[in-house]
């Protein structure tokens, strides 16, 4: 049978007998593959903590008919270890791994996916942002690409040059007055750049927000993911989106 190597992320494991799982994971070019690690449940195994959510690995599977076997895995990056001391951390890690799954079903961008959610998980593991902006910033530039786009600036509709004050989620984003449809909603101004902002990965600005734009903003995103994704990232709902102190306003 073939064997391959290839770098891989962690997105979720299942039991499976008494001591093996199942685990699930983003292979950076393989695309998403799912393999039996035997033994892994074991004290004894040599590997079974590096093939836990959020764990970056080197691995070394080898084809099955329906599911491949793992017989090595190399720790590149602890992230789910590092994350999982954190609450607030932990569960926006565990909603970009749930995204992710859902979002590499296809083989078309799966590099870039990769890549996303590696570097998401790694400023989990950093500590420096807060957690639920990082974790919107994530979902935006995933579902972009996967081909859902946002528009937070011109119209979604039209493509009327903004901004605009509309918001909706079934037409891409932002809408002009002409083309919002009855049930769209109106952001702040500012919430429309934080958003514009987490797309483009422009922490300069997106740290200088205020807690009460960074909340507007992280409900639109969870909306538009909803939306695009038939079966919703139920992670979301145990994430935690308290605003810490310093960002409130006085």
Not at 11 to 31: F, Q, S
Not at 107 to 133: K, W
Not at 195 to 214: C, F, H, K, N
Request: aromatic fraction near 6%.
């Amino acid at each position: 049978m073939a064997i391959y190597r290839d770098a891989a992320i962690v997105l979720r494991t299942h039991k499976l007998g008494e001591a093996d799982r199942i685990v699930t994971v983003l292979c950076r070019n393989t695309g998403k593959v799912r393999a039996v690690a035997k033994g892994v449940r074991r004290t004894t195994s040599k590997f079974g903590a590096r093939l836990e959510p959020g764990m970056v690995v080197d691995l070394q599977c080898y084809q099955g008919r329906s599911l491949d076997t793992i017989t090595q895995a190399a720790m590149l990056a602890p992230y789910g270890e590092q994350v999982a001391a954190d609450y607030a951390a932990w569960t926006a890690a565990v909603a970009m791994l749930e995204t992710a799954d859902q979002l590499t079903e296809e083989r078309e961008s799966v590099q870039r996916q990769f890549i996303l959610l590696a570097g998401g998980l790694a400023a989990l593991a950093a500590g420096e942002l807060e957690p639920t902006m990082v974790l919107d910033s994530y979902l935006l530039r995933a579902l972009a690409t996967a081909g859902w786009t946002p528009s937070f600036r011109d119209c979604a509709s039209c493509g009327a040059s903004g901004p605009h004050r509309g918001f909706h989620v079934g037409s891409g984003g932002a809408v002009c007055s002409d083309c919002r449809p009855p049930g769209s909603q109106a952001p702040r101004p500012e919430t429309f750049e934080l958003l514009s902002a987490l797309l483009a990965g422009d922490w300069t600005v997106a740290t200088a927000s205020e807690g009460r734009v960074r909340s507007e903003a992280s409900g639109l995103v969870s909306a538009y993911v909803h939306w695009h994704l038939e079966r919703g990232v139920r992670a979301l709902r145990h994430v935690d989106r308290s605003t810490p102190p310093s960002t409130l306003l006085t």
